[in-house]
Structures are given as structure tokens and as C-alpha cells.
């Protein structure tokens, strides 16, 4: 997800660029790519280059509560300031950003959005999936997956007037 942005750099401050991404991108290092897909804007300022994006994705995830594997879509809302590391008309080197873990535009003033749509897309990701916001989940006695249906065990909360019903007999 390479883009050469020394016009960019060369242009007014508040210079905008629109673009489509289409794109596959492995998010978690587990080989699989996921296709990828949005708008970005990006926008001179005096320092950076701001890079707004809204993507969307899909991942399969693991329902916390039944343990089956559905396809989430996710939304990815990406907002990442990029530093040149080099000044576009004097070619002179550029201090790095002071704050640590910020995204830079190297010296073939590439930018590349790849990691960041990685980290965005990573923390899109919910922490505790629901296949559904519903999800039965599963019977903690016999483990039967409770949306595909009833199990035969006793249900484990008696309604306490029934109890003492059953003491008698
Ligand atoms: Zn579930
Ligand atoms: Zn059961």
C-alpha cells in the first residue's frame, strides 16, 4: 500500500488527495489476507501529512459463548499523522517526530499505509466476539451447542416454590 506523495509534499498547506483502497492485507500475521476496501483522504499540514481513511474488512472470528467460527465485517476508522523524514525542497534530513510510534514518510517520499490499516484494523476487532448478540452459548453440563437446540438436562435453577414441593415427596 505504497503511495508516492512528494507532490503532495510540495503542495499548500490544507492540499487534499482522494483515493480508493482496494487492497489485501494480512492484519494478523497468521498468512491469511483480508480484502480490504475504502476511501482515504489525505491532507497537507504544516508538519505531516494527516491520512483519514474509512475501511471495511471481514475477519473470522471464535464466539466466546458457543466456540463457533463466524465471519465479523469489521469498520476500520483510521486517522494517522505521516512525517517526512526528509524536506522535499532542500532534500536536508528531517529530526524524527518526538512522539514514539508515529508513522513517517521515508526518503523516496513513499508513504505507506499498510502497517497502519494493520494496528486499525487490529483494534477493530472486538475483544469479546458474539456470533450473535444473542448467542445461547453452550450448556455448561453436557456442552451442547444451546442455539442448535434444547438439551435434555435438568435446568439447573429450580424455581425455589417447586423445591419445596419436591422435599415433601
Ligand atoms: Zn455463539
Ligand atoms: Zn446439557
Redesign the pocket.
Known sequence: MDMNVSQLLQDPIGSTRDFQIDELIDINGDGKSHKIQGKCNLLRTQRSILVKCLLKTEVDLTCNRCLGKFRQPLKIKLEEEFFPTLDILSDASLPPPEEPGTFTIDEQHTLDLTEAIRQYSLLAIPMKALCKKDCSGL?P??G?NLNEGK???PTQDIDPRWSKLAELK
Do not use: L
Open positions: 450448556c453440563t453436557c451442547k438439551c435434555d438436562c
